[in-house]
């Protein structure tokens, strides 16, 4: 089994940039897609990042393109979202996810079969 823990989340002013880290553990996620997905109360589960194991191809969201990138030390088994550029807008839950499925849709949180319990990002105005 993996497991999946977040951290680095915290209150940031606008404009400002943080980085959350995600540590996997029970075993290497080298080999799979993993994504970073948030949830602020009342709104849908939100794709914005994925990267495919080698770290080839990246995924952004339409509203974190040119701000945030996504990447990911596999010697370390770590992946990360640096978010530059912050809004009020970002502030949510932020969950880390990895699937192993080879057919998938890597910006659909239901074909991610590992999750995180989630880190708060609040951005202040």
């Known amino acids: 089994q993996v497991q999946l823990v977040e951290s680095g989340g915290r209150l940031v002013q606008a404009g400002g940039s943080l980085r959350v880290s995600c540590a996997a553990s029970?075993?290497?996620?080298?080999?799979?897609?993993v994504g970073w997905f948030r949830q602020a109360p009342g709104k849908e589960r939100e794709s914005v990042a994925a990267i495919t194991g080698s770290g080839a191809n990246t995924y952004y969201g339409d509203s974190v393109k040119g701000r945030f990138t996504i990447s990911r030390d596999n010697a370390k088994n770590t992946m990360y979202l640096q978010m530059n550029s912050l809004k009020p807008e970002d502030t949510a839950a932020y969950y880390c996810?990895?699937?192993?499925?080879?057919?998938?849709?890597?910006?659909?949180?239901?074909?991610?079969?590992?999750w995180g319990p989630g880190t708060q990002v609040t951005v202040s105005s």
């Open positions: 029970g075993r290497t996620v080298s080999p799979y897609v």
């Open positions: 996810a990895a699937t192993s499925r080879l057919n998938r849709n890597v910006a659909r949180s239901d074909d991610y079969n590992y």
